[in-house]
């Protein structure tokens, strides 16, 4: 079964880093773009970036430049989501989701196939 998995979520303090991964099961993701979207409780899943085969990345929205940033590792299947200085508006469920060859816009239904997701909560 085709299958995105993130893992790396949990519970810190506002300030504290954390890195996401999305690994791939019978899913070459050195075929895909890989993008990342988190859902805050209460509101739409929103995108954060995609990153291509090649390594370029598409920004969708701005709000967490400078703190966020993506990269990939085809040698391990994965990708990753670098998140430091974390603030307590960042809590939510992130997910990576995948389109075969590109990154594609925002939204949600150009996707393939999507990870489970992992809560990431910020709070003292």
């Known amino acids: 079964q085709v299958q995105l998995v993130e893992s790396g979520g949990g519970l810190v303090q506002p300030g504290d880093s954390l890195k996401l991964s999305c690994v791939g099961f019978?899913?070459?993701?050195?075929?895909?773009?890989v993008a990342w979207f988190r859902q805050a409780p209460g509101k739409e899943r929103e995108g954060l970036f995609c990153?291509?085969?090649?390594?370029?990345?598409?920004y969708y929205r701005d709000l967490v430049l400078g703190r966020f940033s993506v990269s990939r590792d085809n040698a391990k299947n994965a990708a990753y989501l670098q998140m430091n200085a974390l603030k307590p508006d960042d809590t939510a469920v992130y997910y990576c989701?995948?389109?075969?060859?590109?990154?594609?816009?925002?939204?949600?239904?150009?996707?393939?196939?999507w990870g489970q997701g992992t809560q990431v909560t910020v709070s003292s």
């Open positions: 019978k899913l070459n993701l050195e075929y895909y773009g």
């Open positions: 990153i291509g085969r090649g390594g370029g990345i598409m």
């Open positions: 989701a995948v389109r075969h060859s590109s990154c594609p816009t925002e939204e949600k239904s150009e996707f393939d196939t």
